[in-house]
C-alpha cells in the first residue's frame, strides 16, 4: 500500500477575470488597479485546476491535499472554495505588506510556508494567473526548494517515488517522469475543476483556515522588495473603427461581407 | 563579453521563425545602445542543420548539442534549463531574450530564478532607458486589459522572454561564427526526463503561418459548425482556431486554441465567428491585421478591435458568406 501522500496547492485570490473592460479601471497616479465595486474576487482560474488534480490524486488513492495563499484582504467565501471542492486543509499567510506581491516576494513567502507545512510530496499550482499572467511563481518556487519542476500538466500519475505528468503542448503533449518531491503547474487541459457538493460546503464552513504572520515565517518586509520596478500601468487606447455591413437580412449581409473583403484584396 | 544572449529555438532542424522575432528584439535594443554584440545559442539533440545564414544579425551562433536537449529541450525542463544558466554564467551578457513559448516561458522564468534576478515575461515591447542604459518592457496585464511598463533596476543581467507575433522576423542571412558549447558535464545531472513528445498537429496550414484563419467560440454552439468553419478554410488556403471556451467545451482539440494561453497568430484576415473577444482571447491577436467579427451582440468586445463586422446569426450569415466566397474563388 502507498502511504498517504502530502500534496500542497499553491492558489491565489486575484479580480474576477469575467468582469467586463468597461468595468475595469486603473488608478494611474498609483499604478494600480481599482478593484470593480460590486464585483467579488475569485480563485484563479488554473488554481482551480491544481486543485482539481490534486483531488484525482485524493480520488484514486490516499492523500492530504492542502491549500496554501498569499494575500491581503482575503474574501473567506471565496477562498474557501478549495474546501468545499475536497481539499483538507487551508493555509493563509495574510499581511497587509503581502498586498499585490511581484512574484519574487511571493515565492519567498510560499518557500517559507511549504517549510512550514510540509514535507510535501508534490506541490501544485496553476500555469498562471489572471491578474499579472506572470507565470512564474512556481518556477521559482521550485528554484527556491531545490526541487524540480515540470509544466503545463494535464494528467498527474504518482508512482512509486516518480510522478508522470503530461505536459501540454501548443500542438499535442509530452510525457515527462520527475522524482518526487517535485513542483508542477496545471493547465486547463486537465479538465473543469470540479463544483463544491452541498456536503463539501457544509464541511468546509466548519473548517478554520491556518493564518500565518510574516513572523511566524520569520521573513520581513526586507525580503518583500520588488525586484523589477514597475514604472507605468494604464489601460491602452481603443478606438473602435468597425465598419459593420448590414444587408436586407444577415445572409445578405454574409454576401457583402465577403464582396466588401474581395474589393479590399484581403481575401 | 557583454551584449545580448538570444535564446532562439530550432523547428524542422533549422533556426525557427520564432527566433527571428526575438533577433528583431534583439537588433531593436542594439539599435538604442545595447553595446557588446548579439549571440543566439539553440539547444537540441541533432543540430547539424544550422547554419548562422540562419541567423541574420548575430555575431555568434553557439550550438549546444546534448541527448538529454531532444526536441529543443522543451520536456525535460532541468537540462535546458542547467545548460542554459551554464552558458549564460560563461558569457555573463547584459540582457537575455527568450520566446514566450513551450521553450522559453519555462526555462527563462527558471534561469532567472537561478540567477536570482528578475525576469519579465511575455512582453510585447523592449526599449532601452535614456540615461541608465538599462532596459523597460511593456507587457500585457490582468488578461490584456492593460500594459504596464517595467523597469530593470541596478546592474543585474535582464532577462525577458517575448510574446511570439509580435516582431516581424528580421530578414537576410547571417554571417557570424558558429560554434559549440560543451553543456555534456551540466546537463547528465537533470533530474525530470523526458519520455515522450506526441505531436497532434492539426491537419493542413499551421495557425501560426496561416495568412486567413477562421475562428469559432462559444457562440457557435457546438463541435458541427467547426466542419463548416473548416470548408471555409480550404477554400481560402487558411486554418481553423478556436477560443479557448469552445476548446474547453470539448468540441475541437486544445491544439486550435488562440489566446493568451493558447497560439498567438498574424494573418491577414482573422475571421471570428460567435467570439465574445475577451480580453484574454484578443492577446493571441496583436499581430493579426484585419480581423473581421460576425456575432449576435452588437456590443460584443470584438468589435472593438474588428475592423469590419456583421451583427446577427452567424448560422444566417456564414453560408452565405461562404457561397460567396467560393463564386469569387471560381
Redesign the interface.
Known amino acids: 500500500m502507498r502511504l498517504a501522500l502530502r500534496i500542497a496547492v499553491c492558489v491565489k485570490q486575484v479580480p474576477d477575470p469575467e468582469t467586463p473592460a468597461s468595468a475595469f479601471k486603473v488608478d494611474e497616479s498609483v499604478n494600480r488597479v481599482v478593484p470593480a465595486p460590486g464585483v467579488p474576487p475569485v480563485v484563479n482560474g488554473f488554481d482551480l485546476h491544481a486543485v482539481e488534480a490534486a483531488l484525482r490524486i485524493k480520488d484514486a488513492g490516499d492523500a492530504e491535499v492542502i491549500v496554501l495563499a498569499v494575500g491581503n484582504d482575503f474574501v473567506m467565501d471565496v477562498m474557501k472554495k478549495p474546501l468545499s471542492m475536497g481539499a483538507d486543509a487551508l493555509v493563509l499567510a495574510e499581511d497587509l505588506v503581502l498586498d499585490d506581491l511581484d512574484a519574487v516576494s511571493t515565492v519567498n513567502v510560499l518557500a517559507a510556508m511549504i517549510e512550514k507545512s510540509g514535507p510535501f510530496d508534490l506541490i501544485l499550482g496553476g500555469r498562471q494567473a489572471s491578474d499579472w499572467d506572470q507565470a512564474h511563481v512556481p518556477l521559482g518556487l521550485a528554484e527556491k526548494l531545490g526541487l524540480p519542476c515540470v509544466t503545463l500538466a494535464r494528467n498527474i500519475d504518482p508512482g512509486d517515488g516518480v510522478v508522470r505528468v503530461e505536459r501540454a503542448l501548443t500542438d499535442g503533449y509530452q510525457v515527462v517522469e520527475a522524482p518526487v518531491p517535485v513542483v508542477i503547474t496545471v493547465s486547463n487541459e486537465l479538465g473543469e475543476a470540479r463544483y463544491p457538493t452541498l456536503r463539501g460546503i457544509m464541511a468546509a464552513s466548519r473548517k478554520q483556515p491556518e493564518r500565518l504572520t510574516l513572523d511566524d515565517l520569520g521573513l520581513n518586509a526586507e525580503a518583500l522588495k520588488p525586484a523589477l520596478t514597475l514604472r507605468r500601468l494604464f489601460i491602452p487606447e481603443s478606438e473602435s473603427q468597425v465598419e459593420l455591413i448590414e444587408g436586407e437580412d444577415e445572409a445578405d449581409a454574409g454576401r457583402k461581407l465577403a464582396l466588401r473583403l474581395r474589393e479590399l484584396n484581403l481575401i | 563579453m557583454a551584449g545580448i544572449l538570444v535564446f532562439g529555438e530550432v523547428q524542422y532542424g533549422a533556426i525557427s521563425a520564432v527566433s527571428g522575432e526575438l533577433l528583431a528584439a534583439a537588433g531593436k535594443l542594439a539599435d538604442e545602445g545595447v553595446d557588446g554584440g548579439i549571440s543566439i545559442a539553440v539547444m537540441g539533440d541533432d543540430l547539424s542543420g544550422v547554419t548562422a545564414a540562419q541567423a541574420p544579425g548575430t555575431d555568434h551562433v553557439i550550438t549546444i548539442s546534448h541527448p538529454s536537449l531532444k ?1 529543443g529541450g ?5 537540462a535546458p534549463l542547467l545548460a542554459a544558466a551554464a552558458l549564460a554564467e560563461s558569457i555573463s551578457p547584459d540582457v537575455i531574450l527568450f520566446a514566450k ?2 521553450f522559453g ?2 526555462v527563462g ?2 534561469l ?3 540567477l536570482g ?6 512582453c510585447i515591447d523592449v526599449a532601452v532607458e535614456s540615461g541608465t542604459g538599462r532596459v ?1 518592457v511593456t ?5 490584456g ?9 541596478g546592474d543585474n543581467v535582464q532577462i525577458t522572454t517575448i510574446r511570439p507575433g509580435v516582431f516581424d522576423p528580421i530578414e537576410g542571412e547571417g554571417s557570424g561564427l558558429i560554434e559549440e558549447f560543451d553543456a555534456s558535464g551540466v546537463v547528465s545531472g537533470a ?12 491537419e493542413g496550414v499551421r495557425l501560426e503561418d496561416a495568412d ?1 484563419i477562421i475562428s469559432g467560440g462559444r457562440g457557435v454552439g457546438g463541435p458541427e459548425p467547426f466542419e463548416l468553419l473548416q470548408e471555409l478554410a480550404d477554400i ?1 488556403g487558411g486554418a481553423v482556431g478556436a477560443s ?1 471556451a469552445a476548446c ?1 467545451a470539448g468540441w475541437v482539440d ?2 486550435y486554441q488562440i489566446g ?4 498567438s497568430v498574424k494573418p ?2 482573422y475571421l471570428s465567428i460567435g467570439i465574445s473577444g ?3 482571447h484578443m492577446a493571441g491577436l496583436s499581430g493579426a491585421r ?1 480581423i ?3 456575432n449576435k451582440d452588437g456590443d460584443a ?1 470584438i ?11 452567424w448560422a ?6 461562404t ?3 467560393r463564386d ?1 474563388a471560381g
Open positions: 526536441d522543451t520536456g525535460g525542463y532541468d513559448s513551450d516561458a519555462v522564468p527558471g532567472a530564478f537561478k534576478v528578475p525576469v519579465a515575461q511575455d523597460t507587457r500585457p496585464v490582468f488578461g486589459n492593460a500594459l504596464a511598463v517595467y523597469g530593470f533596476d533530474r525530470t526526463t523526458l519520455v515522450e513528445t506526441v505531436v497532434q498537429e492539426s486567413v481560402l479557448r474547453d486544445h491544439s493568451l494561453t493558447g497560439k491577414t484576415v475577451a480580453s484574454q484585419n473581421v467579427a460576425i468586445n468589435f472593438k478591435s474588428a475592423r469590419f463586422g456583421v451583427i446577427g446569426d444566417k450569415v456564414l453560408p452565405s458568406f457561397a460567396t466566397v469569387l
